[in-house]
């Protein structure tokens, strides 16, 4: 139901484009986002689709990163510029659901220094 593109290997100060295509039982993009999982952490939020037109980012990524959609292709984008090493990890699409969220299956983005 939601699939996730675009990861590779980029070195540092490159850009990367994520998408996320939604299908099935997600009718809306409001409230997507992307988080992120380094080894034997936890996910964390990247960037998300707030209420109305509003999107929260994470610190880390302010100014670098751009979440934007497309509700015609049911797609969501991550625009990542100057990425850095830092960066590195495995990147999941979501789509809010009751009682949690749908999880893309995520795609590697590693930026070399």
């Known amino acids: 139901q939601l699939q996730a593109s675009g990861g590779g290997l980029v070195q540092a100060g490159g850009s990367l484009r994520l998408s996320c295509a939604a299908s099935?039982?997600?009718?809306?993009?409001?409230?997507m986002g992307w988080h992120r999982q380094y080894p034997g952490k936890q996910r964390e939020l990247v960037a998300r689709?707030?209420?109305?037109?509003?999107?929260n980012y994470a610190d880390s990524v302010k100014g670098r990163f751009t979440i934007s959609r497309d509700d015609a292709k049911n797609t969501v984008y991550l625009q990542m510029n100057n990425l850095k090493p830092e960066d590195t990890a495995v990147y999941y699409c979501?789509?809010?659901?009751?009682?949690?969220?749908?999880w893309g299956q995520g795609t590697l983005v590693t930026v070399s220094s």
């Open positions: 689709f707030g209420s109305g037109a509003n999107t």
């Open positions: 099935g039982r997600i009718f809306s993009l409001n409230g």
């Open positions: 979501s789509a809010p659901r009751v009682g949690g969220n749908y």
